[in-house]
């Protein structure tokens, strides 16, 4: 599982450690900035710099499902992808082919990252249906059934605003069965989830998510095709007085 | 059986043949008992926050919802497969040359998830297309599984969208495969010839015994009826297990599929076979009836066979119009 994004502070270095280049490239642009040609390329730059933000929180905001009451049009709070995923092969017949299952599992396991990370760890979704792009995860043919199980898929049916949420805790199995062309007929991707945070009122909450996927692959991906039994939990400490 | 590459599945005209292994004997068992349910938490239901989920003496559990939902074969009118036992013994080609030990029409009805497992009786004595009049059983040795579809759309008016066909061996083996199957025994059993020696009660079959149990005739005042009824039973002791073992673990289901492929020729191909095996997930097993088409024993030449009962129409009308019959077989010691 990914670490959690950190939404501010100073910037670092691709080992992730904190980077003094910024200090350097201050002194100079200071420089440049002397003379008046630099202030009017700067001029410009700040324009082109405001109409790219701009433009930008239009498409996020639309990829969102456009804003919600209260709900953050940005990315999600925190980044997140399942561990590599277990990955089990197996021929029709009984053969093992676990070393064909695994470039599967990870695309399974990329579509499910995405789908978890916006289901669960995007703003919007603490407090209204999940983003729109959420549910680029699944099957045009089960697309439509999924957003009306959104209580069972995401955080939808939560009934109380969440204040924060991390990850803690994740696994995901991916099981195969080829035929005898060794061509994918049956994906199955079992989840268990975990993730802990604070609730907008106070208190501490745990949010689990288990099931089971199933997949198909389609224009090149692996969606979801079925979900036969997944379920979703929110557990708080009661309110106070409660 | 078909082993090692088969050459099980000879070309009939006018149909694809495909050897389906082990998915296949799947698919025919689940399509026949079509029983496993898809256990789903019911939406918006209180529960019980599970131990160790907060050390907080005053827990709510805000919300817990569970979602279900699994890809459904399309088409509005009903499925038909043909479900068929041979006699042949290792070595010998399970598909032709072979008699049809078991004969069974499993209706499956996708939008009412209901489903008829519908055995017709061995010695049936039937007009078989190309040959005459002869036992059901033999349609197989004179022309193969087709010709057994023919015959069926014959006598039913109802043409088969698959069949399926396993052997002695392929039903032990599949038996054993999936760890055994539960059977309650209503009747004690006993006969040499099949093997079976079974008091009434609860009984946990290995392959073996489930083969006995599904061959036995002797014990019957009724022999070839209350075995096509057993068939049933073991068809539907396999669906439970199956909606068990699926809500436990819904990967369970490629275990199973492998396990069958291995032990069944069919002409389903593999991604229909994997569709059909998921519809019967959501088929209760509650929702699967076990009927045995009606008769009475005769005698032609030499031959022990049995006349099939006019009231038999009223069954096949309800198959084509619903994929299903009112009725459930009762073994008769």
Redesign the interface.
């Known amino acids: 599982m990914s670490e959690p994004r950190p939404p501010t502070g100073p910037p670092r270095s691709s080992r992730g450690e904190p980077s003094d280049a910024p200090a350097v490239l201050r002194g100079t642009r200071a420089e440049r900035l002397a003379s008046g040609r630099g202030r009017g390329a700067l001029l410009a730059t700040a324009a082109a710099a405001v109409v790219i933000a701009a433009v930008a929180l239009l498409v996020l905001s639309r990829s969102h499902g456009g804003p919600r009451g209260g709900a953050s049009p940005t990315a999600p709070t925190v980044a997140f992808s399942f561990p590599a995923p277990a990955a089990r092969g197996q021929l029709l017949g009984g053969a093992s082919a676990d070393a064909l299952a695994r470039p599967i599992a990870n695309g399974v396991a990329q579509t499910l990252g995405r789908f978890y990370e916006l289901a669960f760890f995007d703003a919007a979704a603490w407090s209204g249906p999940p983003p729109a792009a959420a549910w680029a995860a699944f099957a045009p043919s089960a697309a439509g059934r999924a957003r009306r199980d959104a209580a069972g898929l995401t955080l939808a049916g939560a009934g109380e605003r969440i204040g924060t949420l991390r990850p803690a805790s994740s696994s995901l199995a991916v099981r195969v069965l080829f035929d005898p062309k060794r061509r994918p007929i049956a994906v199955i991707a079992t989840v268990s989830f975990v993730a802990r945070g604070t609730l907008a009122r106070g208190g501490s909450v745990e949010v689990t998510s288990r099931g089971s996927y199933l997949m198909e692959q389609v224009g090149g991906r692996w969606l979801i095709a079925g979900y036969p039994g997944v379920r979703t939990e929110v557990v708080a400490p009661a309110p106070a007085g409660a | 059986m078909r082993d090692g590459g088969r050459g099980a599945r000879v070309g009939e005209p006018g149909r694809a043949r495909r050897r389906v292994?082990?998915?296949a004997v799947a698919v025919a068992v689940l399509a026949a008992g079509a029983a496993a349910v898809?256990?789903?938490?019911s939406?918006?239901a209180a529960?019980t926050?599970?131990p160790g989920?907060?050390a907080?003496p005053?827990?709510?559990?805000?919300?817990?919802?569970?979602?279900?939902?699994?890809?459904a074969l399309e088409g509005q009118r009903p499925l038909y497969i043909l479900a068929l036992g041979s006699d042949a013994r290792p070595g010998q080609d399970v598909t032709h040359g072979s008699h049809s030990d078991s004969i069974h029409l499993i209706g499956v009805n996708l939008r009412t998830h209901h489903a008829t497992l519908l055995g017709f009786p061995r010695d049936a004595w039937v007009n078989i297309p190309g040959v005459g009049m002869a036992k059901l059983t033999t349609a197989m040795f004179y022309g193969g599984p087709n010709l057994v579809v023919q015959v069926i759309r014959q006598i039913t008016g109802i043409t088969p969208d698959f069949y399926a066909v396993t052997s002695f061996p392929g039903l032990v083996n599949m038996v054993n495969g999936i760890g055994g199957l539960t059977v309650r025994v209503q009747v004690p059993m006993y006969d040499p010839y099949s093997g079976a020696d079974f008091s009434t009660g609860i009984h946990r079959f290995d392959g073996q015994q489930a083969l006995s149990f599904a061959r036995d005739r002797h014990t019957f005042a009724n022999g070839d009826f209350s075995r096509s009824g057993d068939q049933g039973i073991l068809l539907l002791s396999a669906l439970r297990k199956l909606d068990a073992a699926?809500?436990k673990?819904?990967?369970a289901?490629?275990?199973w599929?492998?396990?069958f492929?291995?032990n069944i020729w069919t002409d389903l191909p593999?991604?229909t076979l994997?569709r059909l095996a998921?519809a019967a997930?959501e088929i209760p097993p509650a929702n699967v009836n076990n009927v045995v088409v009606p008769g009475t024993g005769g005698i032609v030449g030499n031959q022990d066979v049995v006349f099939l009962a006019p009231q038999a129409q009223a069954l096949y009308a309800s198959m084509r119009a619903t994929g299903t019959a009112p009725g459930s077989f009762t073994p008769v010691g």
């Open positions: 292994g082990p998915l898809v256990r789903a938490a939406p918006s529960a926050p599970s989920t907060t907080s005053a827990i709510v559990l805000h919300a817990v919802h569970g979602a279900s939902y699994l890809p699926f809500a673990d819904p990967a289901i490629l275990g599929l492998s396990v492929w291995r593999p991604p994997v998921f997930t």
